[in-house]
Nanobody, 111 residues
Framework: QVQLVESGGGLVQPGGSLRLSCTAS????????MAWYRQVPGKERERLAT???????VYSDSVKGRVSISRDSAKNTIYLQLNNLKLEDTAVYYC?????WGQGTQVTVSS
């Protein structure tokens, strides 16, 4: 059974930073790409960044330059470093691999 568990969300002021974590159980981590998405109520889920097991990372144009995705194979964990956060970054952030999704972690950017 595959489980993805996110953590690290919270309330941050504009211009601040957060690091989100997603830990995967099962064998999925070693063989498949993992990605971060976010969703604002009433809008479609948006893919932000993808990190394959051994290839190059890919970023959405909407966040390129402000986010960094990485993976730690020893911990079966991926990270999303969010920098220079803006009000419009407020959303629920999800971890994904294949058809598996985490429960999401809320990021709120507010002064």
């Amino acid at each position: 059974q595959v489980q993805l568990v996110e953590s690290g969300g919270g309330l941050v002021q504009p211009g601040g930073s957060l690091r989100l974590s997603c830990t995967a159980s099962g064998s999925i981590f070693s063989f498949h790409s993992m990605a971060w998405y976010r969703q604002v109520p009433g809008k479609e889920r948006e893919r932000l960044a993808t990190v394959p097991p051994g290839g190059s990372t890919v970023y959405s144009d909407s966040v390129k330059g402000r986010v960094s995705i990485s993976r730690d194979s020893a911990k079966n964990t991926i990270y999303l470093q969010l920098n220079n956060l803006k009000l419009e970054d407020t959303a629920v952030y999800y971890c994904n691999s294949l058809h598996y999704w985490g429960q999401g972690t809320q990021v709120t950017v507010s002064s």
